[in-house]
């Protein structure tokens, strides 16, 4: 029985991404293991390896034990839409360097010299069996523990786990192995888990532990429906009392926050629960704080709740200071565990935008903290800045001081005590405060080494609006091109073509262990997938072709030259030159040679003959230097091969088919440069891979038209109900609305159209509205289990609260405000969920139906600090006479479209659509209105289905 992995077999599938802990990579053939010249990619990350290193050029080679890595950290594993940072990573072998006696990493791929070459002139692969082998010593920071990578070959695979060192080593050969790596590498008398007294952390923040909500903090509460959820939009409060009392007479104290709503106390929980307010006035709620710090009310309904500006901040709320008020309030955050203890500190979440990746986390619900003597709280954040002092843990179990020279969010970039320079992972290395005599001056030491900074990927300072939403803002500073030291250990290394290895120490489970896009596809792929990827990379990718375009036409000449079918392609590739030569006699036109050259050299209309001449002549220079950049171009080809190209080229051309293939190239690809997206681009285009879901708006172009049905030439009119939807008809997204136009507009939530007015000038007025739920003043109906439309919408106007308080200045408020001065109704699309109650399930969109602007006014939000412009909707009662005309022409039109695709059907499938569209007008609101309009078009339309469809039917039995 084998595990050997077999491309295109069930459950053999190598994954470009496993667990760190234990993963599984295909076992090293013997032939790869005797190769002088193993393929590259048969190196795996943890592989032990065999470095063949010359000391001075032309002298005797010697075997260093090596260990195969990549040369960057990989980045966690992120979750959710937004992709994971990438950056170039290439794996490279550590060893301890012989000339600067440091352990350095040195690329896998690299061309290699002769024999008077110094440093790195090979590697290889070292011999393993059944018996297990240690190929590296780690740590689990989270325990503490020492870990050793275990590698195991049985069955065509080689398995390689993280196991504790107090487990591994019950087994006395890799007891004895791990011994003599310790020893190797100097660890330390003590490991991670033994310094107990020493307060370690992971310098990124892992989650937010919450705020005291003092008395006087003023807050958000995220208004609590019947169902118990939350709803999208807060209602401001402020806490006026804390303390303990019982929850239920007899039982034991409990922590209690009093919040009191000045002016909208009811908007803050659902109907059912307003027996629940205190106080003369009913405007104060008292919530309980539960261990965990999340606080709910007495009928056991959590509350959302969030501070918005601290007790001791004096300054007035308003439209102005929120943003910065919301920054200052202070939170208590936790740092990364180490040795199962956690480190909190309290800052701003101005501050915290530095040390945490998703900076929206502090803008949600944060719990209550009411008795901060259970956490260890130190001001850690102060050492996490320019020139901050602190202790590293090093990969022998020692810790190392340090002292920051940049820093961002992902990576820090350290110096050591020797001025060697370092990029530590923020999420992977453990720190502590250094002591007095640990600590060490940035501004004294000298940089003797500068590492690489250039791949650092740019991060954005984000700006955080208070309902969660971020924009990017300007990119945080960090030096990507820092000034090289010109040390003798960088001019060394650098000759070397070696870089100083990590000192740091890394978690071993704090990432993912991955592959590259050249091991996944030649695991895989099958022979013949992988000849088509390697014709897909040099028709698709440039960089590729480039890269390998003399070898691949050295091998094309090779494999068709003898060829019998590439004989046959050559003698009618001649007829055809000598047809088309013939032709092109019978095609000169009469008149000598010396009347053609007049005729060019003949000056145009205003041109002087000097000045034709002159012209005609530099036209010849240029023809004579393009012909000239060809041919240096061809250069390297001999005659014979050039003549094998051409004609391949024109067998191509001529045919219509792909009759080049690219067979056996795949030694011509530069592999190293394949990443992922390739892959994934090439297994969609062969149907290998599902194509990611088409969300353009072009998917809902109605048969026959390849533009939005409203952009139609002699289109009647934008408003009203002009494409005849019915109330409550749905719509999948704000695309499929837009190209049918019923709301103009796929972000905005106004639409408007630009219309002529009597005097000449142009005007903007509203024809559509769409109900998002994006302010916290509209009607919302996404929980509404059965969509019935509304006696009266309340909507708010454009305009978020960041941007300051709304004006009549923007077009969609002034448009929605003519639209009510011409009496023109507007159409109202409202945002419903899929399934009512959770968000998650996606939404969709409702033809709510007509309504006209009854109250347009500019108000102060009852729910936040902005000044707002507000419209009050009620139904339309039919009663604009030109409109109705438009109505009633807009139905004829649809109809007559609807015909013209029945009888353009050219299959059963664009049939039903049709079928589909004339049901929709059937059950439309104008149609119902007005039927006798189009009587006769509805006849038609009745038997053209019938006699469209027995017909089709009829030919797809044919067919099969």
Not at 291 to 305: D, E, V, Y
Not at 356 to 376: F, P, T
Request: charged share 30%; proline share 3%.
């Amino acid at each position: 029985m084998t595990l050997r992995n077999k491309a295109g077999k069930r459950g053999t599938a190598l994954e470009k991404e496993q667990y760190s802990g234990s993963r599984w990579t295909p076992a090293i053939s013997s032939n790869m293991r005797a190769a002088e010249n193993p393929d590259p990619d048969s190196f795996y990350v943890d592989d032990p390896v065999t470095v063949h290193y010359r000391k001075a050029a032309g002298g005797k080679i010697t075997e260093i034990p090596g260990v195969i890595n990549m040369e960057r950290v990989v980045l966690p594993k992120s979750r959710g839409i937004k992709a994971r940072v990438s950056y170039a990573n290439w794996r490279v072998v550590r060893f301890m360097d012989p000339v600067l006696k440091m352990e350095v990493t040195h690329p896998i791929i690299f061309e290699r010299g002769d024999e008077e070459c110094k440093g790195v002139v090979g590697i290889r692969h070292q011999e393993t069996d059944t018996a297990p082998r240690v190929a590296e010593l780690g740590i689990d920071f989270r325990t503490g523990e020492t870990q050793v990578n275990l590698l195991q070959t049985l069955a065509g695979r080689t398995s390689r786990r993280w196991i504790p060192e107090r487990y591994a080593t019950k087994n006395k050969a890799v007891e004895k192995q791990v011994k003599k790596m310790k020893k190797q590498q100097g660890f330390g008398e003590r490991t991670l888990n033994e310094r107990t007294r020493e307060l370690w952390f992971i310098p990124t923040v892992k989650r937010i532990i919450g705020h005291s909500y003092s008395v006087g903090t003023i807050v958000e509460v995220f208004r609590t429906k019947d169902n118990g959820k939350f709803d999208l939009h807060p209602v401001e409060g402020l806490i006026v009392g804390k303390g303990k009392a019982p929850l239920i007479t007899g039982m034991a104290s409990k922590e209690y926050r009093d919040i009191k709503f000045p002016e909208n106390a009811t908007h803050a929980v659902a109907q059912k629960f307003h027996k629940l307010l205190r106080g003369k006035k009913k405007d104060t709620l008292r919530c309980w704080v539960q261990s965990n710090g999340r606080l709910f009310i007495s009928q056991g309904i959590w509350i959302k709740c969030q501070p918005i500006q601290e007790h001791d901040d004096k300054f007035d709320r308003h439209i102005n200071n929120r943003v910065p008020a919301m920054e200052n309030c202070r939170l208590l955050v936790a740092w990364g565990k180490v040795n199962d203890r956690q480190v909190a500190s309290w800052m701003t979440r101005k501050q915290l935008q530095l040390h945490q990746k998703n900076n929206a986390l502090s803008y949600g619900e944060i719990r209550c903290i009411y008795d901060e003597s259970v956490h260890r709280v130190i001001d850690n954040f102060k050492l996490l800045q320019f020139g901050g002092k602190l202790m590293v843990m090093g990969r022998n179990q020692e810790p190392l001081p340090a002292c920051i020279k940049q820093f961002g969010r992902d990576f820090m970039e350290v110096v050591w005590q020797d001025g060697v320079t370092e990029v530590l992972p923020r999420h992977r290395v453990a720190v502590k405060a250094a002591n007095q005599g640990e600590s060490f001056s940035l501004s004294k030491t000298e940089i003797t080494y500068q590492c690489d900074t250039s791949w650092i990927p740019i991060e954005k300072n984000m700006i955080i609006d208070p309902r969660g939403q971020s924009r990017a803002g300007k990119d945080l500073p960090f030096d990507r091109d820092p000034d090289r030291s010109g040390s003798k250990i960088e001019s060394a290394a650098e000759e070397l073509g070696e870089c100083l290895a990590p000192r740091a120490a890394y978690d071993c489970f704090k990432t993912t262990y991955t592959i590259m896009a050249s091991q996944y596809a030649k695991n895989n792929f099958k022979a013949s997938q992988l000849d088509r990827l390697c014709s897909w990379i040099v028709e698709n990718r440039e960089y590729f072709k480039d890269s390998c375009v003399d070898k691949f036409h050295e091998h094309l000449v090779e494999l068709y030259k003898n060829d019998a079918k590439f004989k046959r392609w050559e003698e009618e590739y001649k007829e055809a030159m000598e047809d088309e030569d013939e032709d092109g006699e019978d095609e000169e036109e009469d008149g000598s040679e010396e009347e053609q050259a007049d005729d060019e050299h003949a000056s145009a209309p205003g041109q002087s003959e000097e000045e034709a001449a002159e012209e005609f002549s530099n036209s010849g220079e240029d023809e004579e230097m393009d012909s000239a950049s060809e041919a240096e171009e061809e250069d390297d080809l001999d005659d014979e091969s050039r003549h094998v190209l051409e004609v391949l080229e024109w067998a191509t051309d001529k045919f219509d088919a792909k009759i080049v293939k690219f067979k056996n190239v795949e030694r011509f690809i530069a592999w190293d440069m394949l990443d992922f997206n390739d892959v994934e681009e090439f297994e969609q285009s062969t149907g290998t891979k599902k194509k990611r879901k088409d969300s353009g708006s072009a998917q809902y172009f109605e048969l026959g038209l390849s533009h939005p049905t409203w952009k139609e030439e002699g289109y009647p009119t934008l408003f009203g109900n002009h494409g005849n939807w019915y109330v409550g008809q749905a719509f999948e997204n704000r695309n499929e609305s837009y190209v049918l136009g019923v709301q103009r507009e796929t972000m905005r939530g106004i639409s408007h159209v630009k219309v002529m007015c009597h005097d000449g000038l142009f005007e903007h007025i509203t024809d559509a509205v769409c109900f998002g739920n994006g302010y916290a003043d509209d009607t919302h109906d996404l929980e509404i289990v059965e969509f019935k439309p509304e006696g009266a919408y309340v909507y708010t106007g454009e305009g978020r609260e960041d941007k300051g308080n709304q004006t009549w200045n923007s077009r969609g408020n002034y448009g929605i405000k003519k639209a009510m001065n011409n009496g023109i109704p507007v159409k109202v699309l409202v945002k419903r969920n899929n399934d009512v109650g959770r968000k998650s399930s996606g939404s969709h969109y409702v033809f709510a139906g007509l309504y006209i602007v009854a109250v347009s006014e500019l108000v102060g939000s009852a729910k936040t600090t902005q000044k707002i412009t507000q419209f009050i909707f009620r139904p339309y009662k039919w009663d604009n006479p030109s409109l109705e005309i438009s109505h009633q022409s807009c139905l004829q039109a649809r109809i007559e479209r609807i015909i013209k695709f029945a009888r353009d059907a050219e299959d059963l499938f664009a049939w039903e659509e049709a079928a589909v569209k004339f049901v929709q007008f059937l059950q439309g609101q104008i149609y119902r209105r007005y039927p006798m309009v189009v009587e006769k078009q509805i006849t038609t339309m009745r038997k053209l289905l019938k006699s469209k469809r027995r017909k089709l039917h009829q030919e797809a039995l044919v067919d099969v």
